[in-house]
């Protein structure tokens, strides 16, 4: 893990006990994930012209727009496993918890990598479009598996009908993708990478304030 450790535990602790804020955090986690999909489908077609209609990017664009749309059907799971319960549609299209400021976690994440791109890769577009692409997706997936496997431990421990395992496994395979596709680069990747994390460290320790402070609220008023 390159990444500096924050500590999502006490928030998704309370997100788990809380049925509403629950709700809405998978809202954001389909936000997110959809987010990365776009992102992809929007990037590959200024890649160096061999990978602009790649198989492994289309695969990867396409399990991240089924990651959102997975955390959307989870809202309905999470609805049919309270006893005799009718279906609430106030359920449907909740706001997600924090939007902004995920949004705005990726897009600093984004225009930072782009950024270092045009200072490594002067006069290349398509290869600063690549490393962005990369350089982004890695350090977001090694956070999203940091985040879901917590909210999978937690998930387990209370018996709820949200299994994150399948996910977590295509996560990790999408970061050895992204390091097979690295090797194209004429840079050090990894080197990179590090000094990416620092920085991804403070924006997502920003979202993570609020994701806290906001369910303390949201809790605390229910
Ligand atoms: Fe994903
Ligand atoms: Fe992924």
Same mark, same amino acid.
């Given at each position: @893990?390159?990444?500096?450790?924050?500590?999502?535990?006490?928030f998704?602790?309370?997100?788990?006990e809380?049925?509403?804020?629950?709700v809405?955090?998978?809202?954001?986690?389909?936000?997110? &994930?959809?987010?990365?999909? #776009?992102?992809? /489908?929007?990037? @590959?077609? !200024?890649?160096?012209? /061999?990978l602009? !209609?790649?198989?492994?990017?289309?695969?990867?664009?396409? &399990?991240?727009?089924?990651? *959102?749309?997975?955390?959307k059907? %989870?809202?309905?799971?999470?609805?049919?496993?309270?006893?005799?319960?009718?279906?609430?549609?106030?359920? =449907?299209?909740?706001?997600?918890?924090? %939007?902004?400021?995920?949004?705005?976690?990726?897009?600093?994440?984004?225009?930072?990598?782009?950024?270092r791109?045009l200072?490594?890769?002067?006069?290349?577009?398509?290869? %600063?479009?690549?490393?962005?692409?990369?350089?982004?997706?890695?350090?977001?997936?090694?956070? *999203?598996?940091?985040v879901?496997?917590?909210?999978?431990?937690?998930? !387990?421990? #209370?018996?709820?009908?949200?299994?994150?395992?399948?996910?977590?496994?295509?996560?990790?395979?999408? @970061?050895? =993708?992204?390091?097979?596709?690295?090797?194209?680069?004429?840079?050090?990747?990894?080197?990179?990478? &590090?000094?990416?994390?620092e920085? &991804?460290?403070?924006?997502?320790?920003?979202?993570?304030?609020?994701?806290? %402070?906001t *369910?303390?609220?949201?809790a605390?008023?229910?």
């Open positions: @893990m390159i990444l500096k450790k924050v500590d999502l535990k006490p998704l602790e309370t997100v788990v809380d049925d509403r804020l629950h809405r955090w998978l809202e954001t986690l389909s936000l997110l &994930e959809n987010m990365g999909a #776009r992102k992809i /489908h929007k990037s @590959m077609s !200024r890649f160096p012209l /061999h602009q !209609r790649s198989e492994v990017v289309l695969q990867h664009a396409a &399990e991240e727009a089924r990651h *959102a749309f997975f955390f059907k %989870q809202i309905h799971r999470l609805a049919s496993q309270e006893a005799g319960s009718v279906e609430d549609p106030a359920r =449907e299209n909740q706001s997600p918890l924090c %939007q902004w400021e995920g949004i705005r976690y990726f897009q600093s994440l984004d225009g930072l990598c782009k950024r791109s200072e490594l890769l002067p006069g290349n577009s398509q290869l %600063q479009t690549l490393f962005s692409y990369l350089a982004v997706t890695y350090v977001i997936e090694e956070r *999203a598996v940091d879901y496997g917590i909210y999978e431990g937690l998930l !387990r421990e #209370r018996d709820l009908p949200i299994h994150l395992s399948g996910l977590l496994k295509e996560e990790e395979g999408h @970061m050895k =993708e992204i390091l097979n596709m690295a090797s194209e680069l004429p840079l050090d990747f990894q080197a990179e990478l &590090e000094r990416i994390a920085t &991804e460290g403070q924006y997502f320790q920003r979202f993570a304030e609020k994701l806290s %402070q *369910a303390l609220t949201v605390v008023a229910g």
